[in-house]
């Protein structure tokens, strides 16, 4: 129910998955197994897949850290974006991409949950899109010695606030991998 106009179609965003963003993740291994398994679905139903690839000074551009994690690959005419700031959209040519694609509608997967996985779910409401989060597709490291909650919890959190956030015109839903069916409608 998006409020883009003539934009229909839904694409995957996987989010950040980089060597050093997730080597030290909570439950690293099922998450970015859960992830493969949205990117072989959204493949199989012709839904785009959009990778987004974090760098700053402590990511540096090329470096093994920054790299995407082994066991995932994006297929060379998938669009790549790269970005500096939280929010995916931001100094970023996401919003363009996806306008051309004609996309209105999101499913979101990657890391890290409590910095660029929330600041690009509120990105992408507040511009219009239907946002969807996969449940178990998306994780965070523990910063707890810094006050956070332990990632398990932020997790929870950022799905029940997600799955219960509402506006004009515009649809947010929490959905499990398992739920997620890219069949040329909403997942």
Known sequence: MTTLPDRPRTALIVIDVQNGVVEGAYRRDAVVAKIAEL??????????VVWVQHSDAQLARGSDAW???????RAGHET??????????????LEDALAA?????????????????????HGAFVRGYDV???????TTEDLSDWGAPPPELVIAHTNLYWENHAAPGRTAAVVA???VAFDGGAP
């Open 80 to 93: 790549l974006v790269h970005k500096s700031y939280g929010d995916s959209f931001e100094g970023t040519d």
């Open 39 to 48: 990117v072989d679905k959204a493949r199989a139903a012709a839904v785009p």
């Open 132 to 138: 969807t989060l996969v449940a178990d597709a998306h």
């Open 101 to 121: 694609a004609g996309v209105g509608r999101l499913v979101v997967a990657g890391a890290q949950t409590d910095e660029c996985i929330r600041s690009t779910i």
């Open 67 to 73: 790299q995407f994690v082994p066991e995932l690959s």
């Open 177 to 179: 991998t398992s739920a």
